[in-house]
């Protein structure tokens, strides 16, 4: 069982980055919304004018910094890195299959992955990262004000969910495009042995 | 033991209403870049800032630049202010969604005239 380089760091962009990403943004929506209405348990402050800034638990300041890590990890790693590879120019008589958006480019029933897919997905998928830096920043530096208005707490699930949107449209995307003209290519490593 | 600090009730929402607007106007001069380049080989050619990845190094690093500087900006001119946040907040919307329709491949031609 082998994978190639560019499979390697493909799957690290997309599985690992991207998918954890994903899922991260997803629990932050369920956070989000469980936190929505809060906790009146401390009515007797709010009615003399103070309100409770309970700062967020260190579980939670992790867990936003890392899913805003692998948002950013995602995004740069997929175009400094796997887009370069996706776009490179074939030589003449070059065997496409190492060439991706060649390949798909090449057939008219194909043309569309790269025209409507790839091209999408490389722009919309910066706004989820945006997003997401915004939703951690706010629930970690401004959790007061955040408890304190209905707004921000509407305004705020309204941009994470958008960047769940546009994770997931990047992410369907990349993956759909992927099984149809995978990135592939570079050295080879053995990840286990031959059963045979 | 988690510490628990008493602060105002109404704490200013300007530093929270900076980031919010910033966040929108920058997805929407992404989605303005990402169009205009697709558009104007002139443009595309001076956002090719890494060869290997084309037009679209210049696109996201342009609008990041301009995502951050926006809300450096705003920061500091919100920062002890308490704001209208529902109007900051639709228009921050508005250009998120601009923003996102922007990115989606027919609407960009549409634009162009493709």
Known sequence: ???????????????????????????????????????????????????????????????????????????????????????????????????????????????????????????????????????????????????????????????????????????GWGAMINKKAPVQGGQSYQLMGSTK | MTEIKLVPQNPANGPIAAAVLACGIGCFLLGVLAVAADGSKSLAAALNFYHPTGPLSGVTSVAIALWLICWTVLAARWRNKTLAFARVSAFAFLFLALGLLLTFPPFGDLFLGR
């Open chain 1, 1 to 171: 069982m082998e994978v190639t380089q560019r499979e390697l760091v493909t799957m690290i962009h997309g599985m690992l980055f991207g998918g954890f990403f994903l899922l991260a943004l997803f629990g932050a929506l369920v956070l989000l919304l469980d936190r929505f209405n809060p906790d009146r348990s401390n009515s007797d402050r709010i009615a003399v004018g103070i309100s409770p800034a309970q700062p967020a638990p260190r579980w939670q300041t992790l867990y936003l910094i890392a899913m805003v890590a692998a948002g950013w990890a995602a995004v740069l790693s997929g175009a400094t890195i796997v887009y370069p590879w996706y776009r490179a120019v074939a030589p003449a008589g070059a065997d496409l299959a190492l060439y991706p958006q060649r390949l798909l480019m090449s057939h008219p029933t194909t043309a569309g992955w790269h025209n409507f897919g790839m091209e999408w997905k490389e722009h919309v998928a910066w706004i989820a990262p945006m997003a997401g830096t915004m939703v951690a920043w706010v629930l970690l530096k401004h959790r007061a004000a955040w408890n304190a208005h209905r707004a921000v707490r509407t305004t705020v699930l309204g941009f994470a969910a958008v960047a769940f949107l546009a994770a997931m449209i990047a992410g």
